[in-house]
């Protein structure tokens, strides 16, 4: 327990001095890096096997990434960021081939983060995050897989996964549509889209995926559209179709949106809002925890804080005492995941 309570400190400090600094961390020691293209700089200089800790302040994205890299980001929670200010990446995030086991946690893309079409990016994390749009591009030829995706917030339109395979969405919220999805599972999040119109607009395209303990908030009955697709113990405001050939059992509708959380209206993702149901016990999922956000086995980190450790408080004097002494108050914790 000292020895972890000397990192968590030594990396206080770090932060105290190097403020607003990108900090590269990797075989050979440690690189700061500072200004708003202080994340290029950093990727530049890295090697694979690296990693990258993004502060509070925004920073322009190195656009593609081509190596395997671990980024670490602040955070994006207004509440849990308090100490350090939010991680903004502004732009496009592009992964290639060679970026096999990245993962990105903490940061609030304003972009999208987009697998180059038709390559092959295995083994990528992302955690904790927020941004618009996630498209894993191409046809399948040359699959991405094993790409997990863990308490994040997609506000985009789409979220594509036509070239993934073996792909696990869990506790995340995504307020576009679903499209071209072969074989993934999703599980305890929450799919906002809804559409009132004529035209067939479904919360989700595709074949042969697993869908549990889900809340879907489409007005529509139009929620799957695909071949084999597995329905099990989700939460629909409406009466669902399941598509054609479906397995499902156990699913709850209609729900009134109302009843569904302690605070939640509308189709759009708000920090304000609370997505707790207002009565778990009645829902339980296929793993007897409850559907929604908060169950399953990734349930929903209030905050969403990152896994590295977390700045609670900073206070810093403006100035020092008569005595030369420099008033510091520093307030940190360990995260277990």
């Known amino acids: ?29 440690i690189q ?3 200004g708003t293209d202080a994340f290029v700089d950093a990727y530049n200089a890295s090697l694979s096997g690296d990693t990258i800790y993004l502060p509070g302040g925004g920073f322009n994205t190195p656009g593609n990434i081509d190596k395997s890299l671990i980024v670490y980001g602040a955070g ?18 592009n992964l290639s081939e060679n970026a096999d086991g990245f993962r990105l946690e903490g940061v609030d893309i304003n972009g999208h983060i987009y697998f180059d079409n038709n390559e092959q990016v295995d083994n990528v994390t992302i955690k904790y995050c ?17 790409l997990t995706l863990i308490n994040n917030v997609f506000t985009g339109a789409y979220f594509y996964l036509s070239n993934a395979q073996n792909t696990g969405v869990f506790n995340c919220i995504i307020q576009g549509r679903v499209i071209n999805s072969y074989g993934n599972v999703f599980e305890n999040n929450i799919f906002m889209y809804s559409y009132s119109g004529t035209s067939s607009n479904y919360t989700t395209a595709g074949d042969n995926n697993t869908f549990n303990n889900n809340v879907f908030l489409n007005a529509s009955y139009r929620y799957f ?10 939460i629909f405001v409406t009466t669902p179709n399941y598509g054609t050939t479906p397995q499902d059992s156990v699913n709850y509708f209609p729900v009134d949106q109302a009843d569904i959380f302690v605070n ?27 559907a929604g956000l908060y169950g399953g086995t990734h349930g929903y980190k209030e905050g969403a804080v990152p896994s590295n450790p977390h700045i609670q408080l900073q206070i810093i004097a403006p100035t020092t005492t008569t005595e030369g002494m420099l008033n510091i108050q520093i307030r940190t914790e360990a995260q277990d995941y």
């Not at 030594?10 to 403020?19: G, K």
Request: charge should be neutral.
């Open 32 to 34: 700061h890096f500072t």
């Open 264 to 290: 939640q209206t509308g189709n759009a993702f708000d920090y304000a809002h609370d997505y707790h149901l207002q009565n778990p016990s009645i829902y339980p999922g296929t793993d007897g925890t409850q």
């Open 76 to 93: 994006h929670y207004p509440d849990s960021t308090q100490a350090t200010a939010k991680t903004f990446v502004n732009g496009t995030i």
């Open 130 to 146: 927020k941004m618009n749009d996630l498209n894993i591009q191409g046809n399948l030829t040359t699959p991405s897989t094993n």
């Open 1 to 29: 327990m000292k020895k972890l309570f000397l990192i968590i400190a030594a990396i206080s400090a770090s932060f105290i001095v190097n403020a607003q600094k990108v900090a590269l961390h990797s075989a050979s020691g």
């Open 225 to 234: 559209n695909g071949i084999s697709n597995i329905i099990k113990t989700n």
